[in-house]
């Protein structure tokens, strides 16, 4: 079984059909270039072969991008030198792709025949690098599909000659959003920016019609044509040079020096722009090299695209039978009950949404209604797809109407009395096979579990917020979770096209685990007289999204209080935190609650709009003399939440490597240049990373005591993705 197929019909137009085998996209291998190759070869040597076009045999999409296995192997081949093997596979793609971009043509840019692609859809990565050799670019008129260059998004750049093509072909001014943001665009959007040609019904028919009537000219790409400048201007052009000023001010005013990825496209922008194209191709691959080789682009590869996926297709789930949700109970209309509705509805489930009344579960409803009113005027959304999503969601107050419902998801008041009175109602009238799931984010599964008599069916979901906008859903077993309840969950956050990780039942499980050491490790440092501004930037600076005392702020100060009373109220003596809850009950009483009351660690505008960190802060807690280095403040910061994701692995509360990487990156936004907590201890080496856990201990106390896991590890100088019984990619 081939990839690529040719066949010639009889005006002489060579249609060549990409159809991967097993696969419901094409999927580029190392088989498939030799065989495209191979192919372009074909059609350039026979005289009766007028021009070639270049299709897919998958419906509604051309290519989904690459295997990244061939990288694997490109870097294998180079033995003892890793970079030369990798340089050597990506100038190979170069000359192949160089090869459909000349076609046969001479020094004169005479002689050449027409070769064109005709997308029927989705075609990223690979699959637009391949379009962009061709001379013409036809796309079927599908507002499905997707064409773009994402692969910034997984810690690496476009470098099959997308990077240079794309910048020569719109200006680097115009590419950025295509290369530095990995932005996505229907094929309408696509033709507007100047990334395609044509959007047709019928884009075989088309690319023949084209290809029969092109002539020499229409065939030579504008960098292959005597006086080309670079549109826009390049580096040397005054135009030019303030755009890539502007470039490079953007890029680390975004990534903040973390994302090697981002800085090498640039260089390679920047550098290619100032050399003839076949020299370009050179200064991108080396770069592409480059990123390659750092381990940041490696760990990101991983948990953002071969881990994520791996979990989202139910690496983890349970043997039992299809659990896909037919009908299902949300009970809770606040925030998250009508968050999960919408999503659930917008998956085609049938959802009951009930709250204590039925005006209140109208107004519940009422968020899938505006969502899809924004989505109707951005263009994501039609009505008819709404009505469609509002017929499938029935609001109510009577708790008959959940009859039939196969889960039943309750996001009532985080009290256990409440959410226990609730499951019993709810449990009188839903089918005895039904599975309950709480979404809590702090409250033990196994004690909430005790209000049924199947605890075997209860679970917890954990949607963090706002539930449409985060892709991580936390599933927590309880101590006799059954195995068909995490296939139930696995398979509903499947069809919701979120992605699940599963965790034993703990104390704040294990995203709200890591997250809250981070926070009150900020806070600490503004008691100990650390200037917040050093606080927050070094934060930033490591990769974090959001400072520590901004993320309370945002979450909101009181609801911190109430966490760290009823933390000490079950921890009792053994409580560590007492320096935090100083400074965060004191801005509580004086009324600083955070964004939601326009006052907290920063200060807010009328709008609601952060002005800058709150001045009154440091008559309270005066900022001191000396202060630390920013490594300093950054390893306190990073350490507080990965010795909590050690610890949780350690205790079986994590059970998969995978998912605390994925989990942290998706759950909270931990450094993703990092590729997780696991990932980059991996990197920091267990020895050092030992070390600094100790130097940590000694200057700040027992919070960063090193867990026996890591010290063991230490001791062998193992990693975590190379332990034995570790799951890794």
Not at 247 to 264: D, H, I, L, R
Not at 541 to 549: A, R
Not at 646 to 660: F, K, S, T
Request: glycine content about 10%; proline content about 5%; hydrophobic content about 45%.
């Amino acid at each position: 079984m081939t990839d690529f197929t040719m066949t010639t019909d009889a005006e002489g137009v060579a249609l060549i059909t990409w159809d991967t085998p097993g696969k419901s996209m094409n999927v580029m291998s190392e088989a498939g270039f030799g065989e495209l190759d191979a192919l372009i070869d074909k059609a350039l040597a026979d005289a009766e072969v007028k021009g070639v076009v270049i299709t897919s045999g998958k419906q509604g999409s051309f290519a989904g991008g690459m295997d990244l296995n061939l990288i694997a192997r490109m870097r294998d081949a180079g033995g003892d030198d890793p970079a030369q093997g990798i340089f050597d596979g990506i100038m190979s793609i170069h000359g192949i792709l160089r090869k459909i971009e000349r076609a046969g043509m001479d020094e004169k840019n005479k002689g050449g025949k027409p070769i064109a692609a005709a997308l029927p859809g989705t075609a990223l990565g690979i699959g637009l690098e391949i379009p962009l050799a061709c001379h013409r670019i036809f796309a079927a008129d599908n507002p499905k599909a997707k064409i773009g260059l994402p692969e910034i998004m997984v810690g690496i750049f476009p470098g099959a000659g997308g990077t240079t093509r794309v910048s020569r072909k719109l200006g680097a001014m115009a590419a950025s959003p295509f290369l530095m943001e990995g932005k996505l665009s229907d094929p309408k959007k696509a033709k507007s920016a100047g990334l395609i040609d044509e959007v047709v019904e019928d884009p075989v028919a088309a690319a023949k019609a084209w290809v029969l009537e092109a002539k020499d000219a229409d065939i030579v790409k504008p960098w292959d044509a005597k006086g080309w400048k670079m549109p826009g201007g390049a580096p040397y052009h005054p135009a030019g040079f303030m755009t890539f000023m502007g470039a490079s001010a953007m890029v680390n005013g975004k990534t903040k020096g973390v994302y090697p990825a981002a800085k090498a496209m640039l260089s390679a922008v920047y550098e290619g722009a100032m050399v003839p194209f076949d020299t370009a191709l050179k200064i991108e691959a080396r770069w592409f090299t480059n990123v390659l080789l750092n381990p940041s682009s490696s760990a990101m590869i991983r948990s953002l695209f071969v881990n994520k996926e791996a979990l989202e297709k139910g690496a983890n789930r349970p043997e039992a039978p299809d659990q896909r949700v037919r009908k299902m109970g949300v009970l809770g209309a606040g925030m998250m009950g009508a968050g999960i509705t919408l999503v659930a509805a917008q998956a085609g489930i049938e959802v009951v949404l009930l709250d204590q009344s039925k005006e209140a579960a109208d107004k519940g409803k009422a968020h899938t209604a505006d969502y899809m009113d924004k989505g109707i005027a951005r263009k994501k959304a039609t009505p008819e797809s709404k009505d469609a999503t509002l017929a499938r969601i029935t609001a109510t107050d009577d708790h008959a109407q959940l009859e039939g419902c196969d889960l039943i998801v309750e996001a009532v008041f985080e009290d256990p009395g409440v959410k226990a009175e609730v499951t019993k109602k709810v449990l009188a009238v839903v089918p005895e096979d039904c599975i309950f799931a709480t979404n809590t984010s702090t409250l033990p599964i196994t004690d909430l579990a005790k209000a049924t008599d199947k605890p075997e069916q209860f679970i917890g979901i954990h949607f963090f917020s706002p539930v449409e906008k985060m892709m991580l859903v936390e599933i927590i077993k309880g101590r006799e979770t059954g195995d068909r309840a995490v296939a139930k969950a696995l398979d509903f956050v499947r069809q919701i096209r979120k992605t699940p990780i599963v965790v034993n039942d703990a104390r704040f499980f294990y995203a709200n685990r890591c997250i809250i050491p981070y926070i009150n490790e900020g806070i600490r440092m503004v008691a100990e007289g650390v200037e917040p501004a050093l606080i927050e930037n070094a934060a930033k600076l490591v990769g974090m999204p959001l400072g520590p005392l901004q993320l309370v702020d945002e979450t909101s100060i009181d609801l911190g209080v109430k966490i760290a009373k009823a933390t000490r109220a079950a921890m009792g003596d053994a409580y560590p935190d007492e320096a935090v809850d100083e400074v965060l009950f004191w801005m509580a009483e004086n009324g600083r609650l955070g964004r939601k009351a326009g006052a907290g660690f920063y200060a807010y505008d009328e709008k609601g709009k952060r002005t800058g960190l709150w001045d009154g802060l440091a008559k309270q807690y005066p900022v001191a003399e000396a202060q630390p280095e920013l490594l300093e403040v950054q390893h306190r910061l990073l350490f507080a939440q990965v010795l909590e994701a050690v610890r949780a692995l350690e205790e079986g509360v994590l059970e998969d490597i995978r998912e605390g990487d994925v989990g942290a990156i998706l759950g909270w936004g931990f450094a993703p240049w990092s590729g997780g907590p696991f990932s980059w201890l991996d990197m920091l080496g267990a020895p050092y990373a030992a070390e600094r856990c100790d130097a940590l201990t000694e200057a700040h106390g027992a919070r960063f005591t090193c867990p026996q896991l890591l010290r063991d590890m230490a001791g062998g100088n193992r990693t975590f993705y190379g332990r034995d019984g570790a799951v890794a990619a």
